[in-house]
Protein backbone atom coordinates (compact mmCIF):
# COMPACT_ATOMS: atom_id res chain seq x y z
CA UNK A 1 0.00 0.00 0.00
CA UNK A 2 2.87 2.67 0.80
CA UNK A 3 4.40 2.01 -2.92
CA UNK A 4 1.20 2.45 -4.58
CA UNK A 5 0.09 5.95 -2.50
CA UNK A 6 3.71 7.28 -3.08
CA UNK A 7 3.39 6.75 -6.71
CA UNK A 8 0.56 8.63 -6.62
CA UNK A 9 2.11 11.62 -5.27
CA UNK A 10 5.07 11.44 -7.53
CA UNK A 11 2.51 11.80 -10.25
CA UNK A 12 0.80 14.45 -8.45
CA UNK A 13 3.44 16.47 -7.96
CA UNK A 14 4.98 16.26 -11.45
CA UNK A 15 1.36 16.51 -12.62
CA UNK A 16 1.52 20.76 -10.29
CA UNK A 17 4.85 21.17 -11.93
CA UNK A 18 3.73 21.01 -15.14
CA UNK A 19 1.26 22.90 -14.57
CA UNK A 20 3.44 25.57 -13.57
CA UNK A 21 5.33 25.49 -16.05
CA UNK A 22 2.74 25.96 -18.30
CA UNK A 23 1.36 28.88 -16.49
CA UNK A 24 4.55 30.73 -15.98
CA UNK A 25 5.10 29.71 -20.38
CA UNK A 26 2.15 31.49 -20.28
CA UNK A 27 2.18 34.37 -18.20
CA UNK A 28 5.81 34.98 -20.12
CA UNK A 29 4.19 35.16 -23.30
CA UNK A 30 1.55 37.45 -22.18
CA UNK A 31 4.36 39.58 -20.80
CA UNK A 32 6.19 39.68 -23.86
CA UNK A 33 3.28 40.47 -26.02
CA UNK A 34 2.73 43.85 -24.37
CA UNK A 35 6.42 44.67 -24.21
CA UNK A 36 6.28 44.53 -27.97
CA UNK A 37 3.21 46.61 -28.26
CA UNK A 38 4.58 49.03 -25.60
CA UNK A 39 7.82 49.07 -27.76
CA UNK A 40 5.68 50.16 -31.19
CA UNK A 41 3.32 53.24 -29.57
CA UNK A 42 6.47 54.44 -27.76
CA UNK A 43 8.81 53.83 -31.14
CA UNK A 44 5.63 55.81 -32.95
CA UNK A 45 5.69 58.74 -30.56
CA UNK A 46 9.22 59.00 -31.08
CA UNK A 47 8.56 59.29 -35.02
CA UNK A 48 6.07 61.82 -34.45
CA UNK A 49 8.35 63.72 -31.65
CA UNK A 50 10.94 64.14 -34.70
CA UNK A 51 8.41 64.84 -37.18
CA UNK A 52 7.36 67.50 -35.11
CA UNK A 53 10.96 68.71 -34.06
CA UNK A 54 11.95 68.72 -38.25
CA UNK A 55 9.05 70.63 -39.29
CA UNK A 56 9.40 73.24 -36.32
CA UNK A 57 13.66 73.36 -37.13
CA UNK A 58 11.98 74.20 -41.00
CA UNK A 59 10.20 76.84 -39.97
CA UNK A 60 12.29 78.53 -37.81
CA UNK A 61 14.97 78.06 -40.64
CA UNK A 62 12.48 79.97 -42.98
CA UNK A 63 12.04 82.78 -40.26
CA UNK A 64 15.61 83.28 -40.31
CA UNK A 65 16.35 83.41 -43.85
CA UNK A 66 13.26 86.01 -44.21
CA UNK A 67 14.62 87.93 -41.01
CA UNK A 68 18.06 88.41 -43.09
CA UNK A 69 16.51 89.31 -46.03
CA UNK A 70 14.17 92.11 -44.76
CA UNK A 71 17.59 93.47 -42.90
CA UNK A 72 19.66 93.02 -46.06
CA UNK A 73 17.09 95.44 -47.82
CA UNK A 74 16.67 98.06 -44.92
CA UNK A 75 20.60 98.34 -45.29
CA UNK A 76 20.42 98.34 -48.77
CA UNK A 77 17.75 101.16 -48.97
CA UNK A 78 19.73 102.85 -46.08
CA UNK A 79 22.76 103.07 -48.25
CA UNK A 80 21.01 104.17 -50.94
CA UNK A 81 20.22 107.93 -51.57
CA UNK A 82 17.24 108.75 -52.41
CA UNK A 83 15.34 105.06 -52.70
CA UNK A 84 11.95 106.18 -51.01
CA UNK A 85 9.89 103.89 -53.78
CA UNK A 86 7.33 101.42 -51.73
CA UNK A 87 8.51 97.82 -51.74
CA UNK A 88 5.35 96.31 -52.10
CA UNK A 89 4.35 98.15 -55.51
CA UNK A 90 3.60 95.37 -58.08
CA UNK A 91 2.62 95.31 -61.78
CA UNK A 92 -0.84 93.87 -62.26
CA UNK A 93 0.29 92.99 -66.09
CA UNK A 94 3.29 91.52 -66.97
CA UNK A 95 3.03 91.95 -70.82
CA UNK A 96 1.19 94.86 -73.23
CA UNK A 97 0.45 94.24 -76.73
CA UNK A 98 2.25 97.85 -77.55
CA UNK A 99 2.70 100.99 -76.05
CA UNK A 100 1.35 104.00 -78.32
CA UNK A 101 4.01 106.22 -77.35
CA UNK A 102 1.93 109.25 -79.05
CA UNK A 103 -0.12 109.48 -76.25
CA UNK A 104 2.05 110.06 -73.77
CA UNK A 105 2.73 114.09 -72.13
CA UNK A 106 5.84 115.51 -73.40
CA UNK A 107 6.87 116.39 -77.06
CA UNK A 108 4.28 114.80 -79.88
CA UNK A 109 5.96 116.33 -82.35
CA UNK A 110 8.87 113.32 -81.89
CA UNK A 111 8.71 111.18 -84.59
CA UNK A 112 11.24 108.49 -83.19
CA UNK A 113 9.31 108.40 -79.98
CA UNK A 114 6.40 107.58 -81.79
CA UNK A 115 6.99 104.78 -83.69
CA UNK A 116 9.06 103.20 -80.85
CA UNK A 117 7.71 99.30 -80.61
CA UNK A 118 7.69 98.14 -76.88
CA UNK A 119 5.93 94.49 -76.93
CA UNK A 120 7.14 93.51 -73.36
CA UNK A 121 7.42 95.39 -70.11
CA UNK A 122 10.76 95.84 -69.99
CA UNK A 123 10.88 97.27 -73.31
CA UNK A 124 7.83 99.62 -72.27
CA UNK A 125 9.31 101.02 -69.45
CA UNK A 126 13.15 101.34 -71.37
CA UNK A 127 10.65 103.09 -74.26
CA UNK A 128 9.02 105.54 -71.09
CA UNK A 129 13.03 106.17 -69.95
CA UNK A 130 13.45 107.72 -73.32
CA UNK A 131 10.26 109.64 -73.93
CA UNK A 132 10.13 111.12 -70.01
CA UNK A 133 10.99 114.71 -69.40
CA UNK A 134 12.56 114.29 -66.56
CA UNK A 135 16.46 112.10 -67.21
CA UNK A 136 15.04 109.13 -65.63
CA UNK A 137 18.42 106.63 -66.60
CA UNK A 138 20.33 106.47 -63.36
CA UNK A 139 23.79 104.92 -63.39
CA UNK A 140 24.47 102.93 -60.32
CA UNK A 141 27.94 103.31 -58.90
CA UNK A 142 27.92 100.76 -56.39
CA UNK A 143 25.78 97.44 -57.68
CA UNK A 144 27.41 95.52 -54.80
CA UNK A 145 25.36 97.10 -52.12
CA UNK A 146 22.30 96.13 -53.63
CA UNK A 147 23.59 92.40 -54.56
CA UNK A 148 22.63 90.51 -51.56
CA UNK A 149 19.53 91.78 -51.11
CA UNK A 150 18.52 90.94 -54.97
CA UNK A 151 20.04 87.64 -54.72
CA UNK A 152 17.97 86.78 -51.84
CA UNK A 153 14.72 87.87 -53.60
CA UNK A 154 15.56 86.54 -56.93
CA UNK A 155 16.38 82.67 -55.12
CA UNK A 156 13.43 82.84 -52.67
CA UNK A 157 11.17 83.61 -55.59
CA UNK A 158 12.78 81.12 -58.13
CA UNK A 159 12.83 78.48 -55.46
CA UNK A 160 8.97 79.06 -55.40
CA UNK A 161 8.47 78.93 -58.79
CA UNK A 162 10.41 75.43 -58.93
CA UNK A 163 8.25 74.05 -56.38
CA UNK A 164 5.01 75.26 -58.07
CA UNK A 165 5.84 74.49 -61.66
CA UNK A 166 8.16 71.12 -60.56
CA UNK A 167 11.10 72.19 -62.92
CA UNK A 168 13.12 71.45 -59.32
CA UNK A 169 11.20 68.04 -59.35
CA UNK A 170 14.02 64.92 -58.11
CA UNK A 171 16.56 68.04 -56.94
CA UNK A 172 17.94 68.46 -53.95
CA UNK A 173 17.98 71.48 -52.07
CA UNK A 174 21.48 72.38 -52.61
CA UNK A 175 21.19 71.52 -56.60
CA UNK A 176 17.88 73.74 -56.35
CA UNK A 177 20.20 76.75 -55.17
CA UNK A 178 23.04 76.18 -57.57
CA UNK A 179 20.79 76.16 -60.50
CA UNK A 180 19.28 79.47 -59.56
CA UNK A 181 22.82 81.21 -58.84
CA UNK A 182 23.65 80.28 -62.36
CA UNK A 183 20.44 81.68 -63.61
CA UNK A 184 21.07 84.58 -61.37
CA UNK A 185 24.84 85.51 -62.92
CA UNK A 186 22.98 86.27 -66.66
CA UNK A 187 19.33 87.76 -64.96
CA UNK A 188 18.88 91.16 -65.47
CA UNK A 189 17.94 91.73 -61.84
CA UNK A 190 21.53 91.05 -61.11
CA UNK A 191 22.38 94.54 -60.28
CA UNK A 192 26.58 94.02 -62.10
CA UNK A 193 23.66 93.44 -65.24
CA UNK A 194 22.21 96.80 -64.97
CA UNK A 195 24.05 100.10 -66.12
CA UNK A 196 26.85 101.00 -63.91
CA UNK A 197 29.63 103.07 -63.74
CA UNK A 198 32.86 103.59 -61.47
CA UNK A 199 32.08 104.70 -58.35
CA UNK A 200 34.72 107.74 -59.26
CA UNK A 201 33.24 107.75 -62.85
CA UNK A 202 33.26 111.57 -63.84
CA UNK A 203 30.04 113.37 -64.46
CA UNK A 204 31.20 113.37 -68.32
CA UNK A 205 32.05 109.33 -68.62
CA UNK A 206 28.83 108.41 -66.74
CA UNK A 207 27.07 111.21 -69.47
CA UNK A 208 28.78 109.10 -72.12
CA UNK A 209 27.24 105.36 -70.44
CA UNK A 210 23.76 107.25 -70.67
CA UNK A 211 24.33 108.81 -74.03
CA UNK A 212 25.50 104.55 -75.61
CA UNK A 213 22.54 103.22 -73.13
CA UNK A 214 20.12 105.39 -74.47
CA UNK A 215 21.37 104.39 -78.34
CA UNK A 216 21.18 100.60 -77.67
CA UNK A 217 17.62 101.03 -76.24
CA UNK A 218 16.66 103.32 -79.58
CA UNK A 219 18.32 100.68 -81.72
CA UNK A 220 16.02 98.24 -80.09
CA UNK A 221 12.99 99.67 -80.12
CA UNK A 222 13.23 101.48 -83.25
CA UNK A 223 13.48 97.60 -85.16
Same mark, same amino acid.
Given at each position: ????? $?A?????? &?????K???A?????A??????A?????????????S???????????? &??????????L???? &?? @????????????? @??????L????????????????????????????L?? @? $?K??S??????????F????? &?????????????G? $?????LN?????????????P??P?????A????T????A????????????????
Open positions: MAGKK $GENSKKV &AGNARAEAAAKDASNAKKAIEDAEWAKGGKDSKKEAEAAKKAEA &ARKKAEREAAKEEE &AN @TPGRNTPKNNKTA @TKKTRGDLSQLDGDSSSSKAATLNASGIDNALDASL @T $GADGKIDKHPERRKAAYA &AFEERRLQEMESDS $GQGLRQKKDKVRKEFEKSENFNQVTRFDAKEEIEIKKNERTKIENRLGA
